[in-house]
């Protein structure tokens, strides 16, 4: 939910305006921008900031223009889109949008339709498991972009029993790991065991022999795949 996101919209100008022009408000809107939430809109309407990663030209066509913008979770592309026709003086509205991209999954690399689902699920129950494999992807691809530890074979089973994980356990870890950051827990194998809350930064687990390094919030693994390691 928190990773960054990809939108292709259609945004439609109110009057006319060069395309040098739009490139170069779209320009000045990439970084960090102040943005009100919409009216229509689930959340509360107070001023916040929002990271535009990018902004991408892809074809002006008189009065319509294609765009594609990266950007932080929480952005909403229509108000994006009405604050640069204010500042292009035209006045612009969206026509259409949509998400290419949400943290690491994008639409071109791992998407399948609903039919071709339905038809693998029917082989599988058949006893063909190779071809499910083929377009289920593993958990641990959903969190690619989330700060990873990796731990002993020994800590494994005492966090899929929902065991903090202590330092003891840690064999590696990310750099720029933050207090109370979400980090995923894995085995030496790569496998997720779990979520956890970071209880100290990544130079504080390296630097310290003993303390809990992550409290463990959602346990992944199912308990007893590795062998019990506890008196």
Known sequence: MSGGKEYVCVMKLHDDVSESKIREIAEEFQGDIYQKPPLRSSVKKALRTRSIYYIDIL???????????????????????????????????????????????????????????????????????????????????????????????????????????????????????????????????????ALGKALMTSEEILEREKGIAVKTERVIMKPDTYPKAWK
């Open 59 to 193: 074809e002006v066509d008189k009065r319509y223009v294609l765009l594609r913008v990266g950007c932080q979770a929480g952005t909403y592309i229509r108000k994006l889109v009405h604050d640069m026709g204010e500042v292009l003086g035209s006045g612009a509205h969206m026509r259409e949008l949509r998400r290419t991209r949400v943290g690491p999954f994008s639409e071109d690399r791992g998407l399948t339709t609903l039919r071709d689902l339905a038809e693998v699920v029917g082989a599988y129950k058949a006893g063909d498991e190779k071809i499910l494999k083929s377009i289920v992807q593993p958990v641990e691809e959903a969190i690619a972009l989330i700060p990873k530890v990796w731990i002993r074979d020994t800590a494994v089973n005492a966090i899929c029993h929902g065991a903090d994980l202590a330092l003891p356990g840690i064999v590696s870890l990310n750099s720029g790991i933050e207090v109370d950051d979400l980090v995923a827990i894995f085995t030496l194998k790569g496998e997720l065991v």
